[in-house]
């Protein structure tokens, strides 16, 4: 296992324009999953009868599952194990069904010197077409 893999990136390791993403298909036991996990059970997500007869004519996941992917990319490959969230921003622009692709992709925005944090911006995409977008900050830990 490299330092990267169990610690994640320093902060003087990173760079603006660093970039790093996930992929996970939306399934109905990820949302039935979330609900009872969250202790959201918004019939839009669980209830196919009651979601046709809303604007969106199906289920859809929850929009913070879909944010929990940005929360994976950046706890696990940029900057990775190690760095706390401090603050995020979520846009939530589009529904995300069963059987959506999602890809979280982040991008390093702005490192902050003096405090050891980086701004990142959040997306999350189904089909080439943004569903989330955001900012994050992060404190991200420097080298021993």
Do not use: W
């Amino acid at each position: 296992m490299n330092k990267h893999e169990r610690f994640g990136y320093y902060f003087e390791e990173l760079e603006v324009g660093m970039e790093a993403s996930y992929v996970k298909i939306i399934t109905a036991e990820d949302i039935d999953a979330f609900a009872v996990l969250s202790g959201d059970d918004n019939p839009i997500h669980l209830d196919e009868d009651f979601a046709s007869r809303s604007i969106f004519k199906k289920r859809i996941a929850h929009g913070i599952l879909t944010a929990s992917f940005i929360s994976t990319v950046l706890g696990t490959r940029l900057p990775g194990p190690g760095c706390i969230y401090v603050s995020q921003s979520l846009n939530f622009r589009a529904p995300v069904h069963i059987g959506d692709e999602v890809v979280a992709q982040v991008r390093v925005q702005d490192l902050i010197q003096k405090r050891r944090r980086a701004v990142i911006c959040c997306d999350c995409s189904v089909n080439g077409g943004t569903v989330l977008d955001g900012e994050a900050v992060l404190m991200v830990p420097s080298r021993p």
